[in-house]
C-alpha cells in the first residue's frame, strides 16, 4: 500500500479521492456532494461528524456516571454482612441537569426546600415549646 | 465556498470551477497535475477547458478557446486555475476556516 506514490511524484487526485470517497459516504455525504458539489463542503462535514463523536462522547460518559451512582444506590444491600433492614439509597430522582441554567436552577430549588424545611423544623420546636401567648406592651409598660 | 472564477461573454455568465467529477474526467483524458508546473503555458489552455466542466458541461470547444483567446492577462490566470484545481484535494486535509468574530469595516472616504 502507497508503493506507487514512490514510483510516481505525481499520485493521481481521481485515486485519492476514490480512497477517501467511503469515509464521507459514511457521515452523510452523497455523492452528488462529493464529486460535483461544492468542494469546501467535505472539511465542514468532517467537523460536524467531530462534533457528533465529541457529542456521543457525553452521552456515554453521562450513561456510565449514572450506572455508577445506581450501583452505589445499591451497594449497601449488597454487602455480604449488610444489617438486617438495610435499604438501598434512592436513585436520583431526576436526570443531572446539563446546562448551567439547569444546574442554577437545581441549586436554588435545593436551598428553597431546605428553607421550607428550616421553617418547618422551627415552627414545630416553638410549638412544642408551649410559649405563653404574646400580649401587646405599652411605652409605659402596662399591659392593654 | 470554492474558488471560482466568474465572467460574463457574449451575454453569458460563466462560472469556472473545480469539482472532484471535472478533475476525474480531466485525469481520465491523461491531464497530470505536475504538468501545471512542468509545462504550464502548454497545460494552460486544457485547464481552462476543465474549469468549464462543472457548470457548463456542454459548452463546445470552439466556444471555450475564442474565451480563452480573448483572456487577458494568462500569467495570472494560470497561478489563479492552479490554485483552483488543487482545491478539492486540498480540502480533504485542511480544516475548515473559523471565524473568529472580527470585524471588517471601511471607510467611505
Known sequence: ?144 | MAKQIIFEYKGKEYTLEFTRKSIEIMERQGFVASDITDKPMTTLPTLFAGAFLAHHRYVKKEVIDEIFSKIKNKQELISKLAEMYNEPILALVEEPEEDEGNIEWEASF
Not at chain 1, 74 to 93: D, M, Q, S
Not at chain 1, 94 to 119: D, F, M
Request: charged share 25%; aromatic share 14%.
Open chain 1, 1 to 144: 500500500m502507497g508503493g506507487e506514490f514512490l514510483n510516481n511524484s505525481s499520485p493521481s487526485y481521481t485515486k485519492i479521492f476514490y480512497e477517501c470517497f467511503p469515509f464521507y459516504l459514511s457521515i452523510g455525504m452523497t455523492y452528488e456532494q462529493y464529486w460535483n458539489g461544492d468542494c469546501q463542503l467535505v472539511k465542514y462535514y468532517r467537523k460536524a461528524h467531530e462534533l457528533r463523536n465529541e457529542q456521543k462522547n457525553q452521552e456515554l460518559w453521562l450513561q456510565g456516571l449514572y450506572i455508577y451512582n445506581a450501583l452505589c444506590a445499591v451497594a449497601p444491600v449488597l454487602h455480604a454482612f449488610a444489617k438486617r433492614g438495610t435499604k438501598p439509597h434512592p436513585y436520583t430522582e431526576k436526570p443531572y441537569p446539563l446546562t448551567k441554567k439547569g444546574v442554577n436552577e437545581e441549586r436554588k430549588a435545593q436551598e428553597k426546600a431546605n428553607r421550607q424545611k428550616a421553617k418547618a423544623f422551627f415552627e414545630a420546636w416553638a410549638a412544642r415549646l408551649k410559649l405563653p401567648e404574646r400580649k401587646d406592651v405599652s411605652a409605659d409598660g402596662n399591659n392593654n
